[in-house]
Nanobody, 128 residues
Framework: QVQLVESGGGLVQAGGSLRLSCAAS????????MGWFRQAPGKAREFVAG????????YYADSVKGRFTISRDNAKKTVTLQMNSLKPEDTAVYYC?????????????????????WGQGTQVTVSS
């Protein structure tokens, strides 16, 4: 069992930056691919970024590519999402998630169904 807790959300003006953190406890976090998702009101949860269990590779949704950076520190059991050049359309609740079914593999899922453990989410609001 893995518990995930996000932090770092808030209100920021367009063009600003935020850094989200996800702290994990329990389970074998170090071998799990991790992802960040977001969900805006009335919309489906969408993939934002993913990272290989060892940090060997990353993948981003086209909408955030070049603006967001995902990273992880397995020793500290944390995953971060650095968000720069924020836009009003980035407004959503952001969730981190772990994919134990892909533990230790070189792939990571890009849909919510591939992730088993989820945090409670943190609100990001970007004003225009």
């Amino acid at each position: 069992q893995v518990q995930l807790v996000e932090s770092g959300g808030g209100l920021v003006q367009a063009g600003g930056s935020l850094r989200l953190s996800c702290a994990a406890s329990g389970g074998t976090f170090s071998y799990y691919p991790m992802g960040w998702f977001r969900q805006a009101p009335g919309k489906a949860r969408e993939f934002v970024a993913g990272i290989h269990w060892a940090g060997a590779s990353t993948y981003y949704a086209d909408s955030v590519k070049g603006r967001f950076t995902i990273s992880r520190d397995n020793a500290k059991k944390t995953v971060t999402l650095q968000m720069n050049s924020l836009k009003p359309e980035d407004t959503a609740v952001y969730y981190c998630a772990a994919a134990p079914s892909y533990s230790g593999t070189d792939t990571y899922p890009r849909t919510p169904q591939g992730y088993h453990y989820w945090g409670q989410g943190t609100q990001v609001t970007v004003s225009s």
